[in-house]
């Protein structure tokens, strides 16, 4: 494998970066905006589960 000097590296990474293609600012909100409400949904989902295998080892074990 050829080794390449950190001017060369540094040339590449900029052409690769150019290649990119960046979302705009929507974009970004909405995707953020939509990860915060599956993480709220998750959040209640899973203490509402969380509550009900309670009640249910409680009764099982006779102490609810």
Request: net charge positive; glycine share 6%.
């Amino acid at each position: 494998m050829a080794k390449t000097n950190p001017v060369e590296f540094l040339q590449q990474v900029r052409a690769e970066t150019k290649k990119v293609t960046w979302p705009t600012r929507k974009e970004t909100l909405v995707t953020t905006a939509m990860v915060f409400v599956m993480v709220f949904v998750a959040s209640v989902f899973f203490f509402v589960v969380d509550q009900l295998i309670q009640l249910g080892v409680g009764a099982l074990l006779g102490l609810g």
